[in-house]
Every structure is written in structure tokens, then in C-alpha cells.
């Protein structure tokens, strides 16, 4: 569950005492402390390392700044050639903060539960590289797309090799899974998915061997079938995604996902209901539990322990039937 940890009033705590975001990303120690609260406090059984997709850009030489209920802003964006000419393609020592908050937090859980590591698809960061932020249209990202799919490649080519660098990192650190997340992947046509988005995914998963990889494409319901040929062994699902139809169109992968995490909304009634019906729709197929995208921050921790604590017991008791 992305972003557990910031439903909690610990990870507000140690957020303020560090003054800012990037603050407690770059210093190791307190993204182990943030990375490990939802374990000890929700009783997750993985952990997610604190970081942000964003560390790709700024190690490329795009800088980010984190703003308070706004969201991630970068002052400078790709315009041009030139400018593309000039980013780095990054190594992981770029990114030693993060792969020292990896190793440390390995060392802090001591084997209790396994850590996860990111990092974004490339489609994903290059559209936060073009538009400077989030967006509704993303017409500027797509403009490229169209105007000049040349130049799109290059920018797409050089992301793609950078978090190969970062991700071979992350295993070396010790991260035991590897989630690659496409928050942007629906707002592409299905042809145009395939040109920008599957193609370095599929590059990122061929150069991963070493853990298993899971990729979550946000929106690409429509892309189902095509990634059930990615060398990956876990595919993400949203909410959008009926269960049953993803069962057949990803025969072979892993699935994770799905709840809504607005269904954490409800009673505990609810949640519990809701967390069942998912799980019985997943039935026997392998299928790691999960909600289909993060945590919204107005969330109640106990709906959070009601859903984990949910996944936990049914597991059990349906298996056991
Ligand atoms: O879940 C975790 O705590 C693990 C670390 C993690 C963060 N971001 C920390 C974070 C992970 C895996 C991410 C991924 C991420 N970051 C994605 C891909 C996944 C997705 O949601 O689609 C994206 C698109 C981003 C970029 C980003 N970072 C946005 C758009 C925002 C602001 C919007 C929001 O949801 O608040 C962030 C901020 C951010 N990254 C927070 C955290 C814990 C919230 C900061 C805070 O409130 O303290």
C-alpha cells in the first residue's frame, strides 16, 4: 500500500521534526524510520522503502521540489534537443541516499518482512519532466509524442537507462522486489502505450533477473493482454480493472491490487465487506493483496487496520474451507 505510512500521526511527527519531504528522503536514517512504521504500527507483511519516482529526474540533473498540498513542482523542464542533450544518464551512486537508506533499513527489519524497492516507468517521469508537475491533459508530454517522437525516444532511452542503473542499485542494497509504477499509463491510446511506455518497461524487466518485478500501470486496462507477456512475474491492477476479466487476460503473472482506496471511506462493516468480496474474486488464482493505487491522507487508521487485519484472517479461514 503506497503511502501507508503517511496516514499515520508517527510519520506526520518525524515529517515535521525533518522540515520537509526531501529532507526526510535524503537522509537515510529517518526514511528507515518512515519506511518501517507501517510494519510495526499496521502490521503490513512487506515494506515499501521511503523514497519518491522523482529521485530519477533530479539525479538526471532536473531538480524537484516537494510542495506542501500541491505536490511535486520542477522549476526547470524539457523543452528541447539541447536540452535533453544535457541530462545525465544516471548511476546508481547518484543515488547513494537512497541505496543507504535500503541497506539500512534491511538491517532494521532484520528479515521480519521484505522490502520493496521503485522506481517509475519511464513514460511516467518523462511526463513529469515535459509538464513540470502533475496535470490533467498532459498535452504538453503528448504534444512530443506527436510533434517529434524522435526526440520522445531519446528522452524515453535516457530515463530508461538511468533506472536500470538505480533499480541494479536497489537489489545490490538489498531490496527483495521491485515495483515499477506507471501513474500515467492511461491517459496513452493503446498503440501509442505500446511505442512509449511497453517498450522500456519491457527493457527495465529484461535487465532485471536477480528479484521479481511488479508493474503498475494506472488506466491500462486496456493493455492487459500485452502485459501478460512482459518478462515481469507480478502484474498491479486498479480498481477500474474487473477481477475476473484481469484473471484470464494475465493468466501468468501474480496479481496485485485492487481495492479502491475510497472503499476505506466506508464503516468498518464496509471495509470489511469490501476487502471479502475482493478476495474472493481474486479466488484461487496467486494474488497479493493490496488497494489499487495509494492512500489518500485523509484516511482512518483504523480502516487501514481494518483492511489489513481483513486480509490476514480471510486468507486463512477461506483456505482452510
Ligand atoms: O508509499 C510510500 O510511502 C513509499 C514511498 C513512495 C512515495 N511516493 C512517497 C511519497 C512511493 C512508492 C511514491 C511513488 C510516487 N510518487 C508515484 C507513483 C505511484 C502513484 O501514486 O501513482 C508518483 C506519481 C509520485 C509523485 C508524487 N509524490 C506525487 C504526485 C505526490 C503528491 C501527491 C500526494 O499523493 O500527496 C508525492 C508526494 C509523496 N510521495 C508523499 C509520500 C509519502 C506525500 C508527502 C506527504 O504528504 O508527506
Not at 529521485?55 to 505536490?71: D, N, R, S
Not at 493482454?225 to 477481477?243: F, H, R
Not at 475510497?262 to 464503516?267: I, N, R, S, V
Request: hydrophobic share 40%; net charge negative; charged share 25%.
Amino acid at each position: 500500500m503506497r503511502q501507508a505510512g503517511r496516514i499515520l500521526p508517527e510519520y506526520r511527527k518525524v515529517r515535521e521534526s525533518a522540515g520537509d519531504f526531501k529532507t526526510l528522503v535524503t537522509t537515510p536514517e529517518l526514511a528507515t524510520e518512515v519506511t518501517i512504521q507501517p510494519v510495526d504500527i499496521l502490521g503490513v507483511d512487506a515494506a515499501i522503502i521511503f523514497s519518491d519516482i522523482l529521485v530519477i529526474p533530479e539525479a538526471m540533473g532536473l531538480t524537484y521540489e516537494m510542495e506542501e498540498k500541491k505536490g511535486p513542482v520542477f522549476p526547470k523542464v524539457i523543452q528541447s534537443a539541447a536540452d535533453i542533450h544535457n541530462l545525465r544518464i544516471a548511476q546508481a551512486e547518484d543515488l547513494q541516499y537512497v541505496l543507504d537508506a535500503i541497506k539500512l533499513t534491511k538491517a532494521e527489519l532484520n528479515g521480519r518482512v521484505p522490502l520493496i524497492g521503485f522506481a517509475g516507468a519511464p513514460w511516467t517521469i518523462f511526463s513529469y519532466m515535459i509538464e513540470g508537475g502533475g496535470s490533467k491533459t498532459f498535452s504538453k508530454a503528448k504534444k512530443m509524442l506527436y510533434t517529434n517522437p524522435a526526440l520522445a525516444h531519446q528522452l524515453l532511452d535516457k530515463i530508461t537507462q538511468s533506472t536500470i542503473n538505480y533499480l541494479k542499485g536497489q537489489i545490490v542494497a538489498g531490496a527483495d522486489l521491485l515495483q515499477i509504477f506507471d501513474s500515467w499509463a492511461g491517459i496513452l491510446s493503446p498503440e501509442q502505450y505500446d511505442e512509449f511506455s511497453l517498450r522500456y518497461i519491457r527493457k527495465i524487466c529484461e535487465a532485471i533477473d536477480e528479484v521479481p518485478v511488479t508493474v503498475f500501470a494506472k488506466g491500462a486496462f486496456f493493455a492487459r493482454e500485452t502485459m501478460n507477456l512482459l518478462p515481469c512475474k507480478v502484474v498491479g491492477l486498479d480498481w477500474n480493472m474487473d477481477i475476473q476479466e484481469s484473471i484470464k487476460m494475465l493468466p501468468n503473472k501474480v496479481l496485485q491490487g485492487n481495492l479502491d482506496p475510497c472503499a476505506l471511506y466506508g464503516t468498518l462493516d464496509d471495509v470489511r465487506r469490501e476487502t471479502k468480496r475482493m478476495l474472493d474474486a481474486f479466488g484461487t488464482h496467486p494474488h497479493i493483496a493490496n488497494l489499487g493505487h495509494g492512500l489518500y491522507p485523509d484516511t482512518e487508521v483504523d480502516k487501514v487496520k481494518c483492511f489489513i487485519d481483513t486480509v490476514k484472517e480471510y486468507s486463512v479461514t477461506s483456505k482452510l474451507k
